[in-house]
């Protein structure tokens, strides 16, 4: 076992003992120490170590036998002991007194190191074999990292790597060196030193910012700022939240209002919160997915009402102070009068105002004159005509509306039902359905035929057909003059149309003279230009003729 400075003393040296007292080190034979071994076929019993013999072996001797023993004073002892109530405790005398007044009641578990001592300080011996899993822990409890060494946690031994041996040769001088003067053994590291025989830590070593170093006593300072960080230390360094107890004002939480804002199961009573979104009405120009709303464009001729405000007129628009002076009447028939820039219209005598008469659009009865039907009245005109909006597929010159071109990329919106806004028609071998218009069958539906004279089995691949692009065969049919011809139709690569290829029938087709036909395939889907041979399996009776169909649809 090697010693690493990071190590207690202490610490090593357990490891050390519980290493010699593993209950289970296997011995097959015994090998001498010149082939690697002890040469001794005594295991050692709890408390032995091997030491070097004069011969060149190892014989296991007790640890009693060479005098190491341990003292510590009585004072210590005392001074490190203490008792909470029920108990009381001297630690001059060392007495330790009990309280008999009243019953003992509750239960001593989870309580070690309260009301008795915690196992490390029970006084007394108990036998490994009353621990049922002793070895078991005691062996899962080892591991090691040491070079050369492999430890089985299952066995507990402790075997040694193939390349590595050893030491033939040991010195019960360096034990006893160890045990009268450790630090000729063992130096201490950084903040570890040696006084004699005992080891003394110079807490120095620790004292930084917060951290007081008052003889060999660690204090936190619990003034000054403290700079780091503590997260992920919940429950370590501090509390867990689950464990904090009094309040914390709202204020003092950065992301308070938005966090509750933004929970959907706080009630929507209150002055800072609100019920879910939602949106109502039949226009479409506002839509609402989840709490987001989505301003679309908006269609004029549904999502708008009413009159467009003067306000909202461009400045280039004529205004009716704009159009005229100031309205004057002269001369001295007072048919029409002023008022202020009122024109009122008096009655017209005809006979003495005017010089009329009547025509298709003024119709004069008597004095009395009317305008035709035909002719439009103030209330049927309108305002001047204006136009607004980003596109500009609609102008305005003057009060000419000039239509261009819609550009359906930017001016349009939406996807156009053909069957609802257009009149179009499929027409021959075309077929509309709602918006899609499909090619008939006959347009895409083809037939392949090929005839061979006295058909044998020697005939393989001796016809073929090629189809200019790609296909899926749907029926295949064949026929004789007579007797029966078995037949199989196979794909085959253009550049290799002599080497059989995929079989396209999920089975062979018995050809007679009443014809048959197959819709059954194992490879329907044929590559463009990829030969379709003709393989004869068997004939029977002779058949003169053997008539192929092949019946196939055009791949879109």
Sequence with gaps: MRYNKRMKPYQFIAFALIALTLPTIVFAQ???????GTGTSVPPTVGQILIGQANGTYSPVATTTLGVTATVATSTVRSALSATLPATYNSTTGVIGVSTAGDWTGTFDGQQGSYYLNRANQIGTQLAATISDFVASVRTSISETIAGLTYNSST????????????LTASTSNWQSFYVTPSSRITGGTGVSWTGNTLD???????????????EAITLDATGAWTGTFDGLEGTAYLARANHTGTQLASTISDFQTTVSANTDVTANTAARHSAVTVAGTPDYITLAGQVLTRNQIDLTTDVIGLLPSANIASDIARDSELHS????????????????????????????????GNSEIVLTGDALSIASTIARDSELHSAVTVSGAFDYITLVGQNIVRGAIDLATDVTGVLDISTYTNLAAGRSLTLTGDTVDADAELYTRTASAVLEDPTTADL??????????????????????????????????????????DIMSSTLVCDSTSEATTSFANAGITANAPISLDVDAVASTPGLLRLHVEYTVND
Excluded: H
């Design 30 to 36: 015994v090998t001498f120490p010149n082939r690697g």
């Design 156 to 167: 507990g031994v402790l075997a040694l790597d193939s390349g590595y041996v050893i030491p």
């Design 201 to 215: 830590f110079d807490c120095s070593e620790v004292e930084g910012t917060g951290i007081n170093c008052v003889g």
């Design 326 to 357: 100031a309205v004057t009447v002269s001369g001295t028939r007072d048919y029409i009068t002023l008022s202020g820039q009122d024109l009122v219209r008096g009655v017209v005598d005809i006979s003495d105002d005017t010089n009329l008469t």
């Design 461 to 502: 691949g001796l016809v073929q057909l090629k189809l200019p692009t790609a296909a899926t065969i749907t029926r295949v049919s064949c026929s004789t003059d007579t007797g029966t011809a078995t037949i199989q139709l196979d794909e085959r690569a253009e550049a290799t149309p002599n080497t059989a290829g995929t």
